[in-house]
């Protein structure tokens, strides 16, 4: 069913004159390439996260990709990840030659990486982990930085779903201060099109290591020591320091990102407004949980998800939205189930796998009402 016929859609852009106006800006100054709409969306990014450094690049895979370089990850290397994620990561640790290991997650409504998993699964051999934090809700962070403090490991956060939501210990649930994407060594973002902040593709990167910095700068665009927009004007030529991608971001996407930057917050809010509905019309259904239920006020809110109590009512349940109309997803199928990975890989992962069988994605954006909410609530409930 196309989008236009859905209803109720899944997530629908929080679009407006603001985003117009940005790339107006841009096709008024004539450059297009990487310039001063991508030098500002980093600096205000870097605000936000409280971050020395900033980085934008093309996409949030590209990202990953650049992350695993610049902390030299290659063949030999073992990164722990989630298989409950979108594949890139994955993807782009094979890329780089090394070898994912696959974590379950902590519970059906915690689909996180689990740290005393991860912790059973550290050899000689494993260089990084890469916790996800699933749906807008962070990994038990402070658990999993004592396990690379430990091992000497580095930490490439996956915070694709997390942009403006900040850590909260997972015990007292008091304010930590750190923004999700700013507590391991690298945090990397998405701009796509279903993200809190979308620009239709688009990533960045953060990280308060200079010498980290430093590489993934050189390593975005070619391994140029200058990029084309200092040299704009000048005398001058440049570099090339080290082998490098083609990973930088145009002006279009960085100035449409900069007019979804200052949206934000208020969206993340109206998100968590929402999420709080859909959670007290769900409180006590027999049927289904909502993830991370207890954790909507510190969320950034990019996912409503539910987890039905079987397979069944999971697949009774989709067919009764969509019946009226709702458009439904879901946040993700395992990794170990696609016939790229499951010959290759054997990880018994028992709650990653009931997870992929059970969950469902349900609508959350800024403008969604909360009459509609209300109706999807309704209708689960009311399946047999």
């Given at each position: 069913m196309p989008l236009s016929d859905w209803?109720?859609?899944l997530s629908v852009l929080d679009y407006g004159v603001e985003e117009a106006e940005a790339a107006q800006r841009v096709i008024g100054h004539r450059w297009l390439s990487m310039g001063p709409e991508v030098l500002a969306f980093e600096r205000e990014f870097a605000t936000l996260q409280s971050s020395k450094h900033a980085f934008a690049v093309s996409n949030a895979t590209a990202a990953l990709h650049l992350a695993m370089h610049t902390v030299g990850i290659g063949p030999g290397d073992e990164v722990i990840q989630p298989a409950i994620n979108?594949?890139?990561?994955?993807?782009?640790?094979?890329l780089a030659g090394a070898t994912p290991v696959f974590a379950d997650i902590c519970s059906l409504d915690e689909p996180t990486i689990d740290p005393q998993h991860v912790a059973q699964l550290i050899t000689p051999r494993t260089k990084a982990i890469v916790p996800m934090h699933y749906g807008g809700n962070l990994a038990r962070m402070s658990e999993l930085l004592e396990i690379c403090k430990r091992h000497g490991l580095v930490m490439i956060e996956d915070s694709c779903h997390a942009v403006g939501a900040s850590y909260h210990d997972g015990q007292g649930r008091t304010p930590h201060g750190t923004m999700a994407g700013s507590i391991g060594?690298?945090?990397?973002?998405?701009?796509?099109a279903n993200k809190n902040l979308a620009c239709g593709e688009g990533g960045m990167l953060v990280t308060d290591r200079d010498d980290l910095a430093t590489r993934i700068q050189?390593?975005?665009?070619?391994?140029m020591t200058r990029s084309s927009w200092e040299r704009h004007g000048?005398?001058?030529?440049?570099?090339?320091?080290?082998?490098?991608?083609?990973?930088?971001?145009?002006?279009?996407?960085?100035?449409?990102?900069?007019a979804q930057l200052v949206k934000l917050l208020d969206g993340n809010a109206r998100r968590r407004q929402l999420l709080a509905r859909y959670r007290d019309g769900l409180a006590g259904a027999e049927r289904w949980t909502m993830v991370f239920a207890g954790q909507v006020e510190h969320s950034a809110g990019h996912l409503m998800v539910v987890v039905a109590d079987c397979s069944e009512t999971r697949s009774a349940g989709i067919e009764a939205l969509r019946a009226i109309g709702v458009q439904t997803s879901m946040h993700?199928?395992?990794?170990?189930?696609?016939?790229?990975?499951r010959e290759r890989f054997t990880a018994h992962l028992e709650i990653t796998r009931q997870f992929a069988r059970r969950a469902i994605t349900l609508p959350l954006h800024p403008n969604?009402?909360?009459?509609h909410v209300d109706e999807i609530v309704h209708t689960l409930r009311a399946v047999q």
């Open positions: 209803r109720v859609p979108f594949v890139a990561s994955a993807n782009m640790t094979l060594d690298i945090g990397t973002f998405s701009f796509y050189m390593l975005r665009s070619h391994g000048r005398a001058g030529s440049y570099d090339i320091a080290l082998p490098g991608f083609n990973y930088r971001l145009d002006e279009l996407h960085a100035a449409i990102g900069r993700y199928p395992s990794i170990l189930e696609f016939s790229g990975y969604l009402s909360v009459e």
